[in-house]
């Protein structure tokens, strides 16, 4: 019995080297890397910034016989890998800081070589505002903005201009991800910005399911060929810092209207969602509701993603757009305004505005010819006010709960003019403002050019306390745009050009479920008007057309 005993335990010996034996060769002889070397390249450093030139950007280089892959690990508190041991990393605490960077080169079968570099980087780079809107000071969740066209795209990182912006190849149909089982967890994410000691940082949930680029899928051991949704734990807060960016669309020739110029970096292979292996994002714009990024793909440096974020988590039931025509005017016909759709506000003062003009109902303030409504400010001395101008609205004539508004418009200029095309709820005479409600679908100040809001107004949001989001429009007041507002049970969007730009939840505890009626006008001065330029003549808001949908 003890000789069988000892058999035994002797076959169980010898399998057990032969198992040892078989698996060290899958990684074939474990040899450490050798002749690590780390070389760097501080940004814009030259005699006269010998630590750089304030961006915080230094490109790495490591080197190593042997070596597979490559970890950088900064004093900073951020680590990152890099497959090839090429990294541009920016350094974004402020001032003239020396930094400590540890390099890991690892080899066959997790056997790594490491060394230490210091270097002295100066960076002075910071973008506070956007912290704010991210956060809102303190803590704010992001959803992808599932409900809207192109809220996933790609396109080429070239220096075609006219493409490399946004999803010029492809974008994503609203739920397009929603379809399958393979994809649909990419709505499933929340990503938590929030500031923590004066750090901004950053967390992903996305219930343990992660959407993974076909190109990455190896990283989970996946197979399948497509994108798809694979088991992958982002648990963890990740560190956020700020660099500008230095991507091809910041150089071109309509750059300050197509990205902010500021590029977020997420520690420890953070990500926004969709495994493309990047973790740095450049924000192309960001409002306090709504977020556009653009991603270069982590191992194609030919491709650019762009991701759409909303604060108000879409719901998939809700309308994404209306296609009947159920009210209009084109303007074609020449006089003063229709009067089945139009009647006249008349009087001084903005009604609270504080503005400086007279409504007048005059063809020189009001009138249609040529195809358009034309709306003219002037400056005249009329009953006691130094400027004319006209307000129309459907008050009374037509009035509608939800739809899409479309305007085509040109807009006046001059410092001191305030076009508006908006709605005010038809309950207006009886529950009075702000309780009626306030929808500004487009709002130009004449001292800030080019710059147009839109707003909500509502009980605890009036005044100069609504809900306002802005964008660029180059040329206002020298070309048409059309001006759209998505109004469902859900939401409000705003546009430009087919460009959301704004939105908020639309929710029972707020004004906007009941009719409204149109309102166009052009002010002059006032509370948010400003100024008027002591040279001001006269100018003029054209309207090519106003078309409802519902």
Known sequence: MKNIKKISMLIILLFSLFSCQEDNSTFGDLVAPSNLVIETEIVGQDAANPYGDGSGKVNFTATADNAISYKYIFSDGNSVNSPSGELLYPFTTNGIIEYTVTVIASGTGGISTSTTINLTVFSDFSDPEAITLLTNDSSKQWYWSASEPGHLGVGPNSTDETQNYYGYWYQAAPWEKAGSPDSSCLYDNVLTFFVENGQLKYQLDNGGRTFFNTAYESVVGGSAGQDMCYDYDVSGVKNVSLSPSTSVVTQNTEAATQTRGTVMNFSDNGFMGYYIGQSSYEILSLTSNRMVVRAIMGNDSGLAWYHTFTTTQPSQNEITDYTNLVWSDEFDVDGAPNTANWNYDLGAGGWGNNELQYYTDNASNVSVSGGSLKITAKAENFSGSNYTSARIKTQNKYEFTYGKVEIRAKLPSGGGTWPALWMLGADFATVGWPNCGEIDIMEHVGNNQ?????????????????????????????????????????????????????????????????????????????????????????STMEVDYVRVYQ
């Open 450 to 538: 080019d710059n147009v809001l839109a707003t909500l107004h509502f009980p605890g949001n009036s005044g100069g306390n609504g809900v306002t989001g802005s964008t660029t429009v180059t040329g206002a007041s020298t070309d048409f745009h059309i001006y759209k507002l998505l109004w469902t049970p859900q939401s409000l969007k705003f546009y430009v050009d087919d460009v959301l730009f704004h939105s908020m939840a639309n929710t029972n505890s707020i004004p906007f479920n009941h009719d409204f009626f149109l309102i166009f006008n052009v002010a002059m001065g006032g509370n948010l008007g400003g100024a008027v330029d002591p040279s001001f003549s006269q």
